[in-house]
Nanobody, 122 residues
Framework: VQLVESGGGSVQIGGSLRLSCKWS????????IGWFRQGTGKEREGVAA???????SYADSVKGRFTISKDNAKNTLYLQMNSLKPEDTAMYYC??????????????????WGQGTQVTVS
């Protein structure tokens, strides 16, 4: 599985961005794909994830502001980010694991990572 993110950039406080992650390669029936972020000097943290059955999970810090979705026909994962705050500034990564989204925030569970896309809010 290969993952390629796009859509990052600079935005003003309160603005919106939509990140995309296009995946290639086959995936079994059970899989979890999600978004992580890593700010300067911080650990990588889970932002949101979506399971193969469409169920979603979010970090408390982004609930109500971010929405994860995917289009299986386009092999694309999305992250709609609204009401952006300076603390959302980070490199955002797409990640996938050929398992369910159980314990989705654990970065060590993920076998496949994209190269990242930078989001800067100021």
């Amino acid at each position: 599985v290969q993952l390629v993110e796009s859509g990052g950039g600079s935005v003003q406080i309160g603005g919106s961005l939509r990140l995309s992650c296009k995946w290639s390669g086959t995936a079994p029936g059970s899989n979890c794909i999600g978004w992580f972020r890593q700010g300067t000097g911080k650990e990588r943290e889970g932002v949101a994830a979506i399971d193969s059955d469409g169920s979603t999970s979010y970090a408390d810090s982004v609930k109500g502001r971010f929405t994860i979705s995917k289009d299986n026909a386009k092999n694309t994962l999305y992250l709609q980010m609204n009401s952006l705050k300076p603390e959302d500034t980070a490199m955002y990564y797409c990640a996938a694991v050929l398992l369910s989204c159980w314990n989705w925030t654990n970065v060590t569970r993920y076998d496949y990572w994209g190269q990242g896309t930078q989001v800067t809010v100021s």
